[in-house]
Structures are given as structure tokens and as C-alpha cells.
């Protein structure tokens, strides 16, 4: 029979916190491990004449928490290869932030036998103490994972083992990013021993506090907390009896403008490299996605938390590079692979699918580029530049000679923008942007004729267009000679 290990919880304070059980098993054994000496239940213990050995020295040995508990697990191991029973006993509850624990359940539980003896939790001094009821939420995360955890500020935050001003430092940064700057935090340390202490401070102010092995921080609900769930919910309130009548008016058909224009404003704020009103323009954005997420959820077609579910699972599916055990090089075979599951998924195993999927609400210029793309991948297009270079050559001519008969200009006048774009696509410029740069720096050049025109007590629109041509070539000079801004 395999040796058993007997896993006890010592409660949060001293030997009266015991449960009865776990306190006859300590007494009858000959030596107890602990993970720490550092708690008054052990430190009482002790002074019964109970045998304890602690791993207070695998902590100062070691350099990070993760080598502290692998190690406490192994040596651990070498007791029960020894002995038929033994007893390691841990703070508080042995399931509730017992990262010690774990690890056995993971690497010694399938070995041996391993007995789990509860207690009272440090968590049960906290209700008592701040007199809540944990039904109305709890969260228990541990001080390192606070930046990835999207807390909502719904529940009752609860952070242990915050054992010094650095940690609580860092606690306080990374709370200050969702909650606000002077949300009420409690910072309670050896609750249910004659040293207890409460004390209550505003967020800024958390590293000011005093610090042991015995402090845990509590922050209560706070409606103000920064969240994905609170623009949410925000979104349902402007939908609801009591929200604003505009908002209520809208449907999935009427907010596509919306969604064009903010769409446009966040590539405006990109091309400025204006980061602050690009971070603004972001928030428009997301919230138009959130719109229409709300739209859809009333009517139960699907709601925002399948939006994010639908996203997720398709990243992780199309990165198999990353998520699984496929292997690429480059970035180009990043893009063949994205393809190829793509084209997968929207085939659903019927070989006969639309080529050409790309939305046909894509502005011409780009749809034109992604077209060409696609013919190119299978094969259909040139080796060289001279190709594309040659047609639009000769759909320029194609063009001269339906201005001259008058007949086909509108179609001659597409293949030629088409020809250019596949020329773009071949010296490796995104039409798109290639165009808009034109345009902006048209716009530029005209509004300094304007200036130039006005500085000379003129009014450009009387002027003729020759008069004209003389402010453009004032404008193009100083712009290159970094005049013009």
C-alpha cells in the first residue's frame, strides 16, 4: 500500500482556529512539515513541544516562488519514500490560494495517497471582519495576475499574501489601470489573532500601508471600475425604457454610416500618427461593434460574448503556428497558411466556393488589389514588372482611342485604373494609400495657392488658370524646400 500524505489546513490565526481533527492527528504524530513557521498556529504548536520542520530555508535558497513550491513538492516526496504517513500542514484552508497544493495534486497524487483535511480560510475572517456575504461576489486573485484578469469591480476583490511595500506597489499600479485613483482599498493583516488589524485607505495611497506574511488586500464593489462589462451594460442602458430615444431609433442598416465614418476617423488619427486621438478614435470604434452586438442580442440572434467566442476561436485556428504544430518561416507563409484555413472555413467541405469572397462594400481600389491577389496566388499573373507595365501602357491607349470615337470611355477608363493598380501591386504600394497620400498632398499644395494668392491681395477665383499655375509652382517649390508643412 502506498504511503499516504495528509494535507492539513491550520486556519488563519492560532491553535483555537484548529479544527479538533486536524489538531488530535498533529499532536499524535512525531513530526509535522510546515510550508512556513511563519504563522501563529505553527509558532503555538511549537511551543506544545510539537516537532515541526519547515521550509522557511527553500525560500530564502531559492529565486522565485515557482522553485520554492517544486521544491517543497519534491522533498516532500522523499518523506513519503521514507514513511507510510505524513503530514504536511499549511496556512489557512489547504485549497484557497495554496499554490503548494496543487502542485501535489498534479505530481505526488498519483502516487500516492493524498488527504485533503480542511479548515477555516483566511477568506472567513475577511467576511467577518468587513461583514459582507460572499454571495454577493468574490474574487480571490493572487498579486501577480491582476493585469490579465479584466476585473469588472462587480465583486469583492480579494488579493492575499501581500508581504511588503514593493508588492504592494505593484498591486496598486495594476489596480489603478481599471479602478479609480481613490477607490476605498482595506488593508487587512492577522485577522483572528490579538494583533488584528483593518486599515482603510484610498488606492493612491496603498503603498503606504504596513506590510507581513499575514496582510491581505480587499477592495470592495465599485461601479466606477473601468471594464469591457461596463461599456457593455452601458450600451444596454442607452437601449433600454430609460436610455436616449436616438440610440433606440437605430438598426443594424442605419448605423452603417456610423461605422464607415469612425472607421475612416481612426485611419485619419493613424496617417497623422496622432496616438491620442487615436486611442479616442479606437473607443468610437469598439463601440460601434458593441452596437451592433446589442442590436443582435435583443433580438436573439446572437450577443456580444459570441462575438468575442467567434474571434477568439478563429485566431486560435488560424495560427496554427502558434497554437498548435505546424511550422512556418516567414511572414509571406503566415499569410498563405491564414488562407488556406480561411478558404477551408468558408468552403465547408464544398469544393465549388466563391473565388472572389471579398466584401463587395470595399472601397474600388481595394477590392481591385485583393482581386488581383487572388488570380495571382493560383497563378494568373505576370513574372515580371515589364507586364503590368506594358498594359497599362496599352490601356492608356485603349482610352485615347475611345475618346476619340466617343464610344466605350466609361470601361476603357476602369481597365486602365485596374492595369494601375496591378502595377502597384508589383512595385509593392497599396493603392489605397497611394492615393490618399495624392490626395493629401493636393490638398496641401491647393491650401498654400490660397495663402500665397491672399499674402499677394488676390482672390484665387479670379484669377485665370495660368495666374493660377504660377501660386501651384510658388506652393510645390517651398513645399519641396520644406516650406509647406
Known amino acids: 500500500m502506498s504511503s499516504c500524505l495528509h494535507v492539513m489546513g491550520l486556519g488563519p490565526s492560532g491553535i483555537e482556529q484548529l479544527t479538533l481533527g486536524n489538531y488530535r492527528r498533529i499532536c499524535q504524530a512525531k513530526k509535522i512539515f510546515a510550508r512556513t513557521a511563519e504563522h501563529p498556529c505553527v509558532q503555538e504548536l511549537m511551543t506544545e513541544g510539537i516537532c ?37 500542514v499549511v496556512p489557512g484552508h489547504p ?43 468574490v474574487v480571490i486573485r493572487n498579486n501577480d495576475a491582476l493585469k490579465e484578469e479584466g476585473l469588472t469591480g462587480k465583486e469583492w476583490l480579494i488579493i492575499p499574501q501581500v508581504y511588503d511595500k514593493l ?43 504596513t506590510y507581513d506574511h499575514l496582510t491581505t488586500i480587499v ?24 436610455g436616449c430615444a436616438w440610440d433606440l431609433e437605430q438598426t443594424h442598416a442605419s448605423l452603417k454610416p456610423c461605422l464607415i465614418e469612425e472607421s475612416y476617423e481612426v485611419i485619419d488619427a493613424i496617417e497623422k500618427n496622432d496616438m491620442y486621438n487615436l486611442c479616442e478614435e479606437l473607443g468610437d470604434l469598439l463601440m460601434q461593434v458593441v452596437f451592433h452586438a446589442q442590436l443582435a442580442s435583443e433580438e436573439r440572434e446572437f450577443n456580444i460574448q459570441d462575438v468575442l467566442q ?6 486560435i485556428r488560424r495560427h496554427p503556428h502558434v497554437f498548435g504544430e505546424e511550422k512556418v518561416d516567414t511572414a509571406d507563409d503566415v499569410i498563405l497558411t491564414w488562407d488556406r484555413i480561411k478558404q477551408e472555413e468558408k468552403s465547408g467541405g464544398n469544393d ?17 488589389a485583393s482581386t488581383q491577389r487572388r488570380a495571382a496566388k493560383v497563378g494568373f499573373d505576370w513574372s515580371e514588372i515589364d507586364g503590368p507595365w506594358r498594359k497599362v501602357e496599352e490601356e492608356l491607349q485603349e482610352l485615347k482611342g475611345a475618346l476619340s470615337n466617343g464610344i466605350g470611355i466609361r470601361e476603357e477608363l476602369g481597365d486602365l485604373m485596374f492595369s494601375i493598380v496591378n502595377l502597384s501591386r508589383f512595385l ?45 509652382e510658388k506652393a510645390k517649390s517651398q513645399e519641396k524646400s520644406g516650406k509647406l508643412m
Not at 175 to 184: G, I, N, R, V
Not at 194 to 202: C, G, I, Y
Not at 310 to 315: A, E, L, S
Not at 439 to 444: A, T, V
Request: aromatic share 10%.
Open 219 to 242: 477592495l470592495p464593489p465599485n461601479s466606477e471600475v473601468i471594464s469591457f462589462s461596463k461599456l457593455t451594460n452601458i450600451m444596454a442602458l442607452l437601449r433600454s425604457d430609460r
Open 167 to 209: 508588492m504592494a506597489s505593484e498591486v496598486k499600479l495594476d489596480l489603478m489601470s481599471s479602478y479609480p485613483d481613490d477607490a476605498w482599498v482595506y488593508i487587512t493583516k492577522a485577522l483572528g489573532t490579538p494583533a488584528e488589524q483593518v486599515d482603510k485607505l484610498p488606492l493612491y495611497e496603498l503603498d503606504h500601508g
Open 352 to 368: 465549388e466556393i466563391a473565388f472572389f469572397n471579398d466584401p463587395l462594400g470595399l472601397p474600388a481600389l481595394m477590392l481591385a
Open 310 to 315: 467567434g474571434v477568439i476561436q478563429k485566431m
Open 428 to 472: 509593392k504600394l497599396d493603392p489605397e494609400e497611394v492615393l490618399r497620400d495624392s490626395i493629401h498632398k493636393f490638398q496641401r499644395r491647393f491650401l498654400k495657392m490660397v495663402e500665397l494668392s491672399r499674402k499677394d491681395g488676390l482672390d484665387l477665383e479670379q484669377l485665370s488658370l495660368d495666374y493660377m499655375d504660377v501660386f501651384w
Open 52 to 88: 515541526v520542520e519547515s521550509f522557511d530555508e527553500v525560500y530564502a535558497r531559492e529565486t522565485s516562488f515557482e522553485a520554492v513550491y517544486e521544491s517543497i513538492t519534491e522533498q516532500l516526496r522523499q518523506e513519503l519514500i521514507k514513511s507510510p504517513e505524513v503530514i504536511y
Open 95 to 137: 485549497m484557497v490560494a495554496e499554490k503548494t497544493v496543487q502542485l501535489i495534486g498534479e505530481k505526488l497524487a498519483q502516487e500516492y495517497e493524498v488527504v485533503i483535511h480542511p479548515a477555516m480560510s483566511f477568506v472567513d475572517e475577511i467576511f467577518r471582519v468587513l461583514k459582507f456575504d460572499p454571495i454577493d461576489g
